[in-house]
């Protein structure tokens, strides 16, 4: 059993950064990959970010690439998302979230383990 714990969100202007993370308990996490999702107010869930178990392999959405990068460190249990150049269409909670296997995938419905979500505000 894995328990996620989102954090680092909070209040910056366009073009700023932030960097969040997802800490997780359980000693099978560095086995698992990891992605970052959002939703935004009256918006579907949407992928971000990915990373495998060992960090080697990692995909992004369009919307986000060349300004968030995905990294993990498996002796802390962390996963990380950079985000840089943060745009106020970035506005959202972002969820980390786990998956009992070393393969990324793209959709919330193959990831079984979700963090509670921490709010990024982008103001314009």
């Known amino acids: 059993q894995v328990q996620l714990v989102d954090s680092g969100g909070g209040l910056v202007q366009a073009g700023g950064s932030l960097r969040l993370s997802c800490a997780a308990s359980?000693?099978?996490?560095?086995?698992?990959?990891v992605a970052w999702f959002r939703q935004a107010p009256g918006k579907e869930r949407e992928f971000v970010a990915t990373i495998n178990w060992n960090g080697d392999t990692t995909y992004y959405a369009n919307s986000v690439k060349g300004r968030f990068t995905i990294s993990r460190d498996n002796a802390k249990n962390t996963v990380f998302l950079q985000m840089n150049s943060l745009k106020p269409e970035d506005t959202a909670v972002y969820y980390c979230a786990a998956r009992s296997s070393r393969l990324t995938r793209y959709s919330a419905r193959d990831y079984g383990y979700w963090g509670q979500g921490t709010q990024v505000t982008v103001s314009s």
């Open positions: 359980g000693r099978t996490f560095s086995t698992y990959a």
